[in-house]
Each structure stands twice: as structure tokens, then as C-alpha cells.
């Protein structure tokens, strides 16, 4: 069971990036997967996800109407498209599975991470 990311850079306040998670050695469709953030001395936040059960997505409040979560089931990766971005949106990017099929919110939820892609929004 692998998740790897790619996909972060270095981008201008108000612009666009798309990052991407190739997952291996299980069905995306079949779990809750999403994307968390960490910045430079904060802790891991949980950014989106998308459930396992329904195709149900969440954001948090912060990106909800900049950040879209989608998920291609025939190449098994899940994508994060981020719009409009923000300084604040400086931190390294996870994508994860999550140990259910239902909505998780919560880093304890998720057995399996991504190494990781950094993302750098200049002002």
C-alpha cells in the first residue's frame, strides 16, 4: 500500500496549483482518502476529503470555495486543485487513506501517507 504525492511548487498570491496522489496496492474508491498540511512550526491540518461511502467531499473552512478534491478511479489517484492561493497556504501537502470508507477528519483515521509535497505561495 503506497500513496505518492506531486505536483507542489512555488506560486503567486492569487494562483493556481494542482497536486496529485498515485496510490498502489489498494482501490482509492474503496476508503475515505484526503489531503492535510503542515506548515513551518504548526501542526498537521486536515484540509479535505472524500468519502469512500457516497463521494461525499468536505473542506475545511479556509479552502472551501478556493480547493476542489476529486478522485479518478480508472488511474486510482486523487487530486487536490487549489485556486486563488494564499500565503497562508505555504505548508507541505499529504494525501493519506483513511482506515474507513466513511468521512475522516482526523489524522488518527488514516493508516497510510504520502510523502509529501511542499507548496510555496509568494506575496
Known amino acids: 500500500v503506497q500513496l505518492q504525492a506531486f505536483g507542489g511548487g512555488l506560486v503567486q498570491a492569487g494562483g493556481s496549483l494542482r497536486l496529485s496522489c498515485a496510490a498502489s496496492?489498494?482501490?482509492?474508491?474503496?476508503?475515505?482518502i484526503g489531503w492535510f498540511r503542515q506548515a513551518p512550526g504548526q501542526e498537521r491540518e486536515w484540509v479535505s476529503c472524500?468519502?469512500?461511502?457516497?463521494?461525499?467531499?468536505y473542506y475545511t473552512s479556509s479552502v472551501k470555495g478556493r480547493f476542489t478534491i476529486s478522485r479518478d478511479n480508472a488511474n486510482n489517484t486523487l487530486y487536490l486543485e487549489m485556486n486563488s492561493l494564499e500565503p497562508e497556504d505555504t505548508a507541505v501537502y499529504f494525501c493519506?487513506?483513511?482506515?474507513?470508507?466513511?468521512?475522516?477528519?482526523?489524522?488518527?483515521?488514516?493508516?497510510?501517507w504520502g510523502q509529501g509535497t511542499l507548496v510555496t505561495v509568494s506575496s
Open positions: 493519506a487513506k483513511s482506515s474507513y470508507t466513511r468521512s475522516s477528519f482526523s489524522a488518527r483515521e488514516y493508516d497510510c
Open positions: 496496492g489498494f482501490t482509492l474508491a474503496a476508503y475515505a
Open positions: 472524500f468519502s469512500g461511502n457516497d463521494d461525499s467531499t
